[in-house]
């Protein structure tokens, strides 16, 4: 137990072909000593684990090399390298940790050791790591020595967030960004561990260890170590997601299948095994919303390459992304994205993942629907009839009213309420108005006389329930919910209705005051539409209402300089007698 070394420390690179990932900075740097041109100050900047540090050692050694190769690795024969192996040994290689040392202090202490040149080799660098924890007054130290530096000072900067060093240093520095190592490069490096140990590994569990590093191989061969000690040297899938918490691809793609089947009660005992197994709702969300990304890569040839993950379960995204629409992936991923955010806030946070794959299922069997799982918009009961009626259940769009060419044959009237009808006949009509598409089709079609079934058949429903006489508080209040119910596309409309508010003058009979002309008109191209919304709401169809406008609003209109001057002198007599004693003239 004494003897043994983590993988990380184990396997660190020892030379510049060994490091993973970086093969464009490495290259850079093996022709920087190889031609000699070396620059007294280099930032190495990128995210944890991928090397900076291992590089800068790498480099350190390679340029007081006695033996360089001519592929610009050290020999690791010589007196420079062998005290730079025998655990750091070398006195022209010193290494500073900047998060415990970050003060002016330690920054004089640094600079005063670069006065004293090397006493064997020709460069004495100096690694500085996390140099970002710096204080601001340590910068200004030792800014001076990195601007003029000894010609055998060579300074290499560590860090994981560039943007917090200041622009001066920045600025006398050669700028490496470290990459991200991809996840099959790390899991092909673990695989060349897995063989020196004599561990036997499944491919899918190395996929799993290099997703879960994120771009780190030192995290990668941190969890590996994790992994073969708990599986006792066999690391498969089914042990390697159970140490690590991960939930299984099998899920995702089970409840993909279930959704696109429409299957909702399977989707929900699905999910409710998820949550026995101890994964929360927004680790499922985030899964399914990377399960569809992948499924949506699978999708094309082109973006194949996208998809880092073994070969078997590239060729089972590959079956499963044929069954998808890309539509319904688009729509897909946008509900899942909704629900992660919402996720925190929600008071129901079950409730609101069901809900969400309740949609996805809707959108899984409808693609085209551009509610994304909503459903239709909400037409008023004989709309609905007649849309229902005439379309066989789908309900048209509501397009944009235009006036009607031709009268709309009115529906057959029962004989209660005939009267009612007599009393419209004898009364001033207002013009006839085009309330949607949907009559506009009617009179192409000829189909009058399916609507006044339709008609018929509303009248008569409506008439099982009690008649209701107008009462000022709910004329008010369905006259909001009419406006709030129209399109977006009828905002102006629905600002105009918003701040109007009709007046009851008896029991049947309502007023509505415009403001002017103009939001007169609009009310009248609606008046039909707006007319049946109230009358089905109190189930009277006696009621009735006139469009007035408002005759108290003045309009007013900007005036000249000179009538304005005129109107300055009628109310002012001295400034008629000003200006004829000294002859003045309006510029």
Known sequence: ??????????????????????????????????????????????????????????????????????SGEACGECES????????????????????????????????QVRIPPASGKYKVYIIDEVHMLSTAAFNAFLK????????AVFILATTEKHKIIPTILSRCQTYDFNRIGNQDIAAHLKSVADKEGIETEPEALDIIAEKADGGMRDALSIFDQVSSF??????????????????????????????????????????????????????????LLHFRNLLVSHDAC???????????????????????????????????????????????RLLVELTIIRTAQVAENPDDPSCGLGPKKLNPIFSKIAAGLTGGQQPAIASRQPAQTPVQAPAQTPAQAP?????????????????????????????????????????????????????????YFWKEFATSLPAEDSPLINRMLNITPKQVSDNEFVVTALNSMAANEIEGYKERILEYIQVKF?????????????????????????MYDQMKEANKSLALLESAFDLRLS
């Open 1 to 70: 137990m004494d003897n043994y070394i983590v993988s990380a420390r184990k396997y660190r690179p020892i030379t510049f072909d060994s490091v993973v990932g970086q093969a464009s900075l490495t290259t850079t740097l093996r022709n920087a000593i190889l031609t000699g041109k070396l620059a007294n100050a280099y930032l190495f900047c990128g995210p944890r684990g991928v090397g900076k540090t291992t590089c800068a050692r790498l480099f350190a050694k390679a340029i007081n090399c006695q033996n360089l190769s001519p």
């Open 81 to 112: 390298c062998q005290s730079f192996n025998e655990e750091m040994r070398s006195y022209n290689v010193f290494e500073l940790d900047a998060a415990s040392n970050n003060s002016v202090e330690d920054i004089r202490a640094l600079t005063e």
């Open 145 to 152: 020595t990195l601007e003029e530096p000894p010609k055998y």
């Open 231 to 288: 599986t006792q040297g066999h690391v498969t899938y089914q042990r390697t997601i159970e140490n690590l918490n991960v939930l299984d691809f099998d899920y995702y793609f089970r409840m993909t299948d279930h959704i696109l089947k429409a299957d909702i009660p399977q989707c929900m005992l699905l999910f409710n095994d998820i949550l026995n197994k101890g994964f929360d709702g927004s680790h499922f969300m985030s899964g399914m």
């Open 303 to 349: 973006t194949l390459p996208l998809l880092e993950t073994s070969d078997s379960m590239r060729a089972r995204y590959a079956e499963q992304s044929q069954r998808c629409q890309p539509k319904f992936l688009y729509k897909a991923m946008k509900l899942c994205t909704e629900c992660d955010l919402n996720y925190r806030t929600s008071k129901n946070k």
């Open 420 to 476: 009612a009808q007599t009393a419209k006949e004898s009364a001033p009509q207002p013009k006839v108005v085009s309330a949607s598409r949907l009559f506009a089709s009617i009179r192409r079609t000829g189909q009058s006389q399916q609507t006044q079934t339709v008609h018929k058949t509303a009248a008569t429903e409506s008439s099982s329930r009690q008649v209701m006489p107008l009462e000022q508080e709910r004329l008010a």
């Open 539 to 563: 189930n009277n169809s006696h009621i009735n209402f006139t469009i007035k406008i408002d005759d108290s609003v003045q309009i007013t209109r900007i005036l000249s300089k000179q009538e």
